[in-house]
């Protein structure tokens, strides 16, 4: 039914554009159009000045990509096609027209957009669903019994010696005895009926927030256990009586009491917590996601607690159909006769080593680069109207910064025109037909696609500031972060040009970022000053970001940096993260949850400080599509791989300045959480010039950095500054 409403509303926005075309002889006129993934904006303003109409689009759709090809067509046509393609509609302005979305057209796209953030979850909750109807049919003796089979199994082929090429087999009995301990598991089953209970809104909410928090006795910050109480009894019994069991196990084993274990019954758990989060952020659109549960006593100390359960959605895949998915089914049409010209087999012959086709790369690259302002998609383009004239037919399809990874999934085989567009719109994950002489390309989930493409005049400036600068500073970052959405921020074209220094940070680098933008000019200035900013004297805005970054993150003392050499610079990192942290999160003394410590969120006292640190660093010219950014650990660290040394030291390279942000929230009393933010910039009146030609300290620090890696000291803190356990 919600397709037939989908092709209702196109119908329907085709009349209408017809029907405000009605009378106006200049759209008679037959135009040709060529656009390789070009902006919305950018193809009217060519159209106009072709047919001498006013052209314009409104809003967020000028930014929109489109890739058209239409050769001696009505103007009339063209802009029907253009409307019923992205489900928009014209309208009669002046002596013009102006492409919008109407109020339905939008509230579709929203939903369509909730349905395939909500998916992933709803793919986790069928396999829970299944992993509870297994257990319930389960016999725990011989699954127990194939447990210790898989496992002798699996040890024997850790002792081989290709890990290599066992690796697959390795990860396969992994998961297989993985899945059979779920079984009987009683923490598993717990979690996994956790997850049936939630509805779609709370996943949407879990997208957003990237974490919640639910207990039998919530706080303001918490959620109220969605678990049925008569459920809810039998898991924690089961549970207790998991944990007994183990400790039998312990005792009959070893033939003593386990020290420091504290034993209680079902009836001392006086509250259950669960915390749904994504304990890793990046690929955001397929991210896994973790569950942990805790039980503790009427005055709050934890009993016991899971060891938490990394479920992972159905992944959606970036480019190409899965497994689990039904391929796309087309009417045959005349492009299925339709050999492929000799232009075109030339263009699809070009391919990396990896298989990759160069035309979609170069352009990339050329973007990356600076070399060229054309779109890093254009490559898409450039092959679909290509494919298009090979067929003698027009084309209009729609492109997004996910296909950007598309190239690597596009294997020709055979060679007619509608066999190269089943490859090629295979892996763009779209759909094609062909529809009164024009191949109509649409993306499968476009509307997810949409929504995680960057704004391309955000884009071109970033890549114009960051290639002239040779970096980007704290600021700058931050502007970025506050232009884009989270799913635009895992942009794999924004990553591309901003690269290491965009990644690094977890959960709490967007919320930071855009606290960084929030607070100001002002603020900015106190921060680095060394000064302290109050909760209470911060923007409606700010407060929001401070919230956030509080509810994500964790003390962690190595967010100060990886120490792996005796370097003075990273020692003295280490120590104040130490002494400004702390070490109580490290040694788990008492109740960590934020939500728990801080039941309504940050205090109007809660405070943030800065100490931020300069370290010598390096950019490499590119030898591909982008600058590669090293600081001494990485750098030393890559040269010592077989081949890296001399590729490195033989690119031309000029020095940078590696900014270290490492920030100390305060949002109530004993309440610390630190995150380190950084930055890099070179010296663009500085050119790149060979390695001999640094400044001779320079070129000694990193000998020194690598005479450390060859000497064994790869990783972990130096003598004297262990963490704690």
Not at 354 to 382: C, H, M, Q, W
Not at 618 to 632: A, G, H, I, V
Request: overall charge neutral.
């Amino acid at each position: 039914m919600k397709a037939l409403g989908i092709m209702s509303s196109l119908l329907i926005a085709s009349a209408c554009a017809q029907a405000q075309f009605e009378g106006d002889a200049r759209l008679e006129k037959a135009v040709s159009v060529r656009a390789e993934a070009e902006t919305v904006r950018v193809v009217l303003k060519r159209l106009s000045e072709d047919i001498g109409v006013r052209l314009a689009a409104s809003g967020a759709l000028e930014d929109d990509l489109i890739v058209l090809l239409a050769k001696d067509r009505p103007a009339r046509e063209i802009l029907t096609i253009i409307a019923e393609h992205f489900d928009w509609t014209w309208k009669k302005e002046d002596d013009g027209y102006r492409l919008y979305q109407t109020v339905s057209s939008r509230r579709e796209e929203q939903w369509q957009l909730e349905t395939l953030i909500v998916r992933p979850y709803l793919e986790a909750q069928k396999r829970a669903r299944e992993r509870l109807e297994e257990a319930g049919k389960a016999e725990r003796e011989q699954v127990e019994k194939e447990i210790e089979w898989l496992e002798e199994a699996y040890a024997e082929q850790r002792r081989g010696r290709n890990v290599i090429t066992q690796g697959s087999e390795i990860d396969r009995l992994r998961r297989k005895i993985t899945e059979l301990r779920a079984l009987l598991d009683p923490w598993t089953r717990c979690a996994d009926t956790f997850l049936l209970s939630l509805g779609p809104s709370r996943f949407l909410e879990l997208d957003r927030r990237q974490r919640l928090v639910f207990a039998l006795r919530p706080t303001p910050s918490q959620y109220a256990l969605p678990i049925r109480q008569s459920e809810l009894a039998e898991l924690i019994v089961a549970a207790v009586a998991y944990r007994e069991d183990r400790i039998r196990q312990i005792e009959e084993s070893s033939g003593r009491t386990p020290t420091g274990v504290r034993r209680f019954s079902a009836a001392d758990v006086a509250n259950v917590r669960i915390t749904v989060s994504f304990p890793n952020l990046y690929s955001r659109p397929s991210a896994d996601f973790d569950i942990r549960v805790e039980m503790f006593d009427a005055d709050g100390v934890r009993l016991t607690a899971s060891r938490g359960f990394d479920l992972e959605p159905y992944r959606r895949p970036r480019y190409g159909w899965d497994l689990l998915e039904e391929a796309p089914k087309r009417e045959k049409n005349r492009l299925d006769d339709t050999p492929a010209t000799v232009e075109l087999r030339v263009l699809l012959d070009r391919q990396d080593q990896y298989g990759n086709l160069r035309v979609i790369l170069e352009a990339r690259a050329a973007f990356l680069k600076g070399t060229s302002d054309r779109d890093p998609l254009t490559g898409y383009g450039t092959l679909l109207t290509a494919i298009a004239e090979g067929g003698d037919t027009a084309i209009i399809a729609d492109v997004y910064d996910y296909h950007s990874l598309a190239s690597g999934g596009i294997r020709v085989e055979k060679t007619t025109v509608g066999d190269l567009l089943d490859t090629v719109c295979g892996a763009m994950r779209a759909d094609w037909r062909l529809d009164g002489g024009w191949v109509k390309v649409r993306t499968r989930e476009w509307p997810l696609y949409r929504y995680a493409t960057v704004p391309r005049r955000l884009l071109l400036g970033t890549r114009d500031l960051y290639l002239k600068q040779v970096g980007i500073t704290l600021d700058q970052a931050a502007a970025v972060a506050a232009g884009v959405n989270d799913y635009q921020a895992d942009s794999p074209v924004l990553v591309g040009i901003l690269g290491w220094i965009w990644v690094v940070g977890g959960a709490v680098k967007l919320p930071t970022l855009r606290l960084w933008d929030a607070i100001g000019v002002t603020g900015r200035g106190l921060l680095s000053e060394g000064g302290r900013l109050e909760y209470r004297r911060l923007t409606p805005q700010a407060k929001a970001r401070f919230g956030e970054v509080v509810y994500l993150s964790n003390t962690l003392i190595y967010a100060a940096g990886d120490i792996i050499t005796d370097d003075p610079d990273e020692i003295a990192d280490l120590a104040w993260a130490r002494a400004a942290w702390g070490t109580g999160a490290l040694e788990a003394k008492g109740d960590q949850e934020i939500t728990q410590l801080l039941p309504s969120g940050p205090l109007p006292d809660s405070t943030v400080e800065l100490y931020q640190v300069d370290r010598l660093a390096l950019f490499l010219k590119p030898e591909s599509d982008r600058f590669k950014f090293y600081n001494f650990q990485n750098f030393a660290g890559s040269s010592t791989r077989e081949g890296w040394r001399e590729r490195m030291y033989s690119q031309q390279c000029k020095p940078a300045v590696f900014g270290k942000h490492m920030f100390t929230f305060r949002p109530g009393p004993g309440v610390v959480r630190g995150v380190v933010l950084r930055s890099a910039i070179g010296d663009p009146n500085v050119p790149f010039g060979p390695f001999s030609a640094l400044a001779e300290g320079l070129r000694q620090k990193i000998a020194r950095y690598e005479e450390e890696f060859r000497g064994g000291r790869r990783g972990g803190p130096p003598p004297g500054m262990e963490m704690a356990p």
